[in-house]
């Protein structure tokens, strides 16, 4: 059965695993999926590239350099990706209490406490120091200036421009000139907004409940935007999406398919391609159980009608 399923961008992944953004692209295209390469990956757009024979997507931010930003969909095209995912809700980086609370920094500092959690990861160390990709691969070296990681670290958060607009989303659909994807979209105004600027679909995200508390979660305020706007563009979803019977939910309230996070990462961190490989093949399982159990065979042809009325909010319910 194929899968409405994506691999969503995650910054950093190369952490997680050494060659991270590799291995679990490697996964993604062999489960016949599409994998989406985060602007601050660890491997860049060209390793990833050199990695898969299929295309693949890649992730924006867009940053106060639109020099580089231009450059960066110019390599995006060159490496032969399908669709540019423009990422809306980060433009201001949200407080994340357990980066504050754990001391997470970027580059990480070599306190007593970080030594010894490190030594306690052979197999991660190995591998990391077993490669050389220990940077944001696809801004080191194509930045003046920054030379080091802290000047990376430094240059990266404070290039996220909180000034983006709609103009500039022109802007960059017209320099792009390919399949472009709006992520972020958790409103129905905006949905409507991203159609009229010419987006050929929106994923409707909360990024992961991180950005900001207290933000509705995404599949409950789906079936208002696929109502406004789905019979015109593709509407996906990411945020909270752990299994197969999550996917079959959102399909069931419209989204034409999911983006999935947190769960192969932890494929990946645990057993690196072969993680993430057993991840999706979870899904893929739980997906075909569930459509089975609901009597159905085809997941494209699933509505509502298979969810419990009154577990979702209908789109006349939601509140903006």
């Not at 860049?44 to 295309?55: F, V």
């Amino acid at each position: 059965m194929a899968m409405p399923l994506a691999i969503a961008p995650t910054g950093l992944a190369g952490m997680i695993h050494a060659d991270g953004e590799i291995l679990a692209a490697r996964a993604a295209t062999a489960a016949g999926i599409r994998y989406t390469l985060s602007t601050v990956s660890i491997c860049s757009i060209e390793d990833i590239a050199e990695a898969i024979a299929s295309p693949f997507w890649f992730q924006l931010y867009v940053m106060r350099d639109r020099e580089f930003v231009g450059r960066l969909i110019d390599r995006a095209k060159a490496a032969g990706c399908d669709a540019l995912v423009l990422t809306l809700d980060l433009q201001l980086s949200g407080q994340r209490h357990k980066d504050l609370k754990n001391g997470l920094t970027t580059p990480p500092r070599l306190t007593p406490a970080n030594v010894i959690n490190l030594l306690t990861k052979p197999r991660w160390l190995k591998g990391m120091l077993g490669t050389r990709r220990h940077y944001f691969g696809n801004i080191m070296g194509h930045v003046k200036g920054v030379d080091d990681l802290h000047q990376l670290a430094d240059w990266t958060y404070d290039q996220f421009d909180p000034r983006l607009n709609w103009d500039d989303i022109q802007w960059i659909k017209d320099r792009w000139g390919g399949t472009l994807i709006l992520k972020g979209i958790l409103d129905v105004e905006d949905a409507r907004l991203a159609l009229a600027c010419g987006a050929d679909a929106i994923v409707v995200s909360n990024h992961g409940g991180r950005q900001l508390d207290g933000a509705p979660s995404s599949i409950s305020i789906l079936p208002a935007i696929v109502e406004a706007v789905g019979e015109r563009m593709e509407v996906w979803l990411d945020s909270g999406i752990r299994s197969g019977q999550d996917v079959i939910k959102a399909v069931a309230l419209g989204a034409k398919g999911v983006m999935l996070g947190r769960a192969h990462l932890y494929g990946l961190g645990a057993m690196g391609e072969a993680g993430v490989a057993k991840a999706l093949e979870i899904i893929a399982t739980e997906m075909d159980l569930t459509l089975a159990l609901c009597g159905h065979t085809d997941v494209l042809k699933i509505d509502r009608s298979i969810l419990q009325p009154g577990t979702y909010p209908l789109p006349n319910q939601t509140r903006f």
